[in-house]
């Protein structure tokens, strides 16, 4: 038994299961296989119920109102600000944001203090692993400023080549971005040493943690990431909401990204003044219902665990390395498995991935493929695309076998 092995069996994975009331339904006549978790998660009954028990119970806007549902509202979206807070790590609940995801979390930072921080000649050092979403905003504010993009790039398995790193920074970087876990091959990323590497030239860092923060403790003071951003939806949270982490100066020093209510402390006609963090950043009505459901999530994970949950996909995605490994054709992307998260990315020569997902579907298995929004990525590998199998905590080892027979019998199918 491996070590990931002896580590998953705290999980269990019947009492888990039970939880998730989308997994006990049948897909074409075949028990669903949800294997789609780096899209989106599924959600326990104690998340439905917390968004049900919102809207049915004391569902009102926040900070606006002096009456009696607005007073709850307001309580718990703040209850859930300091539960985010701890999952973090951050020291202030004033270093933690409400967005609507991890992609406008990083639009915030891009355009915020890139427009007060970036000038021609300035350099944004990114990666080739890197998600659209922590691509085009810095590509985007390039463009208005005049910085240029420079990537970090990949090794044949899959990992940053952090040989490369200190021949890229220089005093002109003034913004590393990388992504904590990629999407793609599920690689985990040295994020503490990377920060160490871009501080000791004065850059800034952020971090894309989208795929992280539902399979591994985060702890943005031991990173000492200057911006951190997640998405609910991929931790068995609600849809709508990201976090935006930000050390607290660095908030205080940029401009509010976005204009309207509640970011104002005063307007007249012709000038305004911010509110104070963090509602400076929070412009307009926020996903009231998600923020503060997302508190019944972050307390979900951390009672079963993060160090048990990322033992448990590992020993899966290892499992799925062994049973595809004899397959005809088919190459895994990515580096080992004690190397990334659960995800485990793959072609078949000469089969085009879309056809694998259309086929194993049928089989009640869920699975992406396409170029999974990192086009770069697949460039990398002279690929237009990939299948992708992403596995969660609700997962068993009974669901890869599923999913392996199903791709030998599309293969058969499709060859």
């Known amino acids: 038994m491996t070590v990931a092995s002896q580590h998953a069996d705290k999980l269990d994975l019947d009492a888990i299961r039970a939880d998730f009331p989308i997994l006990h339904q049948e897909v074409h006549g075949k028990p669903l296989v949800y294997l789609d978790n780096a899209a989106s998660s599924q959600k326990p009954q104690q998340v439905i119920d917390a968004l049900r028990e919102v809207d049915e119970r004391f569902y009102a806007n926040v900070h606006r109102g002096g009456h009696q549902l607005s007073n709850e509202s307001t309580s718990m979206y703040e209850e859930s600000r300091e539960a985010a807070q701890r999952f973090l790590g951050a020291k202030s609940k004033n270093e933690v944001i409400?967005?609507?995801?991890?992609?406008?979390?990083?639009?915030?930072?891009?355009?915020?203090?890139?427009?007060a921080n970036l000038a021609p000649g300035d350099e944004i050092l990114v990666t080739e692993m890197e998600h659209h979403s922590n691509l085009v905003p810095w590509q985007q504010i390039a463009?208005?400023?005049?910085?240029?993009?420079?990537?970090?790039?990949?090794?044949?398995?899959?990992?940053?080549?952090?040989?490369?790193?200190?021949?890229?920074?220089?005093?002109?970087?003034?913004?590393?971005?990388?992504?904590?876990?990629?999407?793609?091959?599920?690689?985990?990323?040295?994020?503490?040493?990377?920060?160490?590497?871009?501080?000791?030239?004065?850059?800034?860092?952020?971090?894309?943690?989208?795929?992280?923060?539902?399979?591994?403790?985060?702890?943005?003071?031991?990173?000492?990431?200057?911006?951190?951003?997640?998405?609910?939806?991929?931790?068995?949270?609600?849809?709508?909401?990201?976090?935006?982490?930000?050390?607290?100066?660095?908030?205080?020093?940029?401009?509010?990204?976005?204009?309207?209510?509640?970011?104002?402390?005063?307007?007249?006609?012709?000038?305004?003044?911010?509110?104070?963090?963090?509602?400076?950043?929070?412009?307009?009505?926020?996903?009231?219902?998600?923020?503060?459901?997302?508190?019944?999530?972050?307390?979900?994970?951390?009672?079963?665990?993060?160090?048990?949950?990322l033992a448990h996909e590992q020993m899966?995605?290892?499992?799925?390395?062994?049973?595809?490994?004899?397959?005809?054709?088919?190459?895994?992307?990515?580096?080992?498995?004690?190397?990334?998260?659960?995800?485990?990315?793959?072609?078949?020569?000469?089969?085009?991935p879309n056809d694998i997902g259309m086929m194993i579907d049928t089989a009640g298995v869920a699975i992406r493929a396409g170029h999974h929004c990192a086009m770069p990525l697949h460039a990398r590998y002279g690929i237009a695309s990939s299948a992708r199998a992403s596995f969660y905590l609700y997962n068993t080892r009974e669901e890869v076998e599923i999913f392996v027979a199903a791709v030998r019998k599309a293969l058969t199918i499709l060859s």
Do not use: C
């Not at 991890?102 to 427009?115: R, Y």
């Not at 591994?216 to 003071?221: A, L, M, N, R, T």
């Not at 995605?317 to 998260?341: M, N, S, T, W």
């Open 143 to 309: 463009q208005l400023t005049g910085a240029k993009i420079k990537a970090l790039p990949i090794t044949g398995d899959g990992l940053l080549a952090m040989d490369e790193l200190p021949g890229l920074l220089s005093e002109r970087t003034k913004m590393v971005a990388v992504s904590a876990a990629s999407n793609v091959l599920g690689t985990i990323n040295p994020v503490t040493e990377i920060v160490r590497q871009a501080h000791e030239v004065g850059a800034v860092v952020s971090v894309d943690a989208a795929q992280a923060a539902p399979h591994k403790p985060i702890d943005v003071v031991a990173w000492d990431a200057d911006f951190v951003a997640l998405s609910a939806h991929k931790m068995v949270g609600p849809s709508g909401l990201g976090i935006l982490y930000g050390k607290q100066a660095l908030l205080e020093a940029m401009p509010p990204f976005l204009g309207g209510g509640s970011m104002i402390n005063t307007v007249t006609i012709d000038s305004f003044t911010p509110a104070l963090l963090p509602a400076k950043f929070e412009a307009g009505t926020p996903p009231i219902t998600a923020a503060i459901a997302f508190k019944a999530a972050i307390e979900y994970l951390e009672n079963i665990g993060l160090d048990n949950i």
């Open 98 to 115: 409400f967005t609507y995801g991890t992609t406008s979390a990083i639009n915030t930072v891009a355009h915020a203090w890139g427009s």
């Open 316 to 352: 899966l995605a290892e499992y799925a390395h062994q049973l595809l490994a004899d397959v005809p054709g088919l190459r895994i992307l990515g580096p080992a498995p004690h190397q990334k998260a659960g995800i485990v990315s793959f072609t078949v020569d000469g089969i085009s």
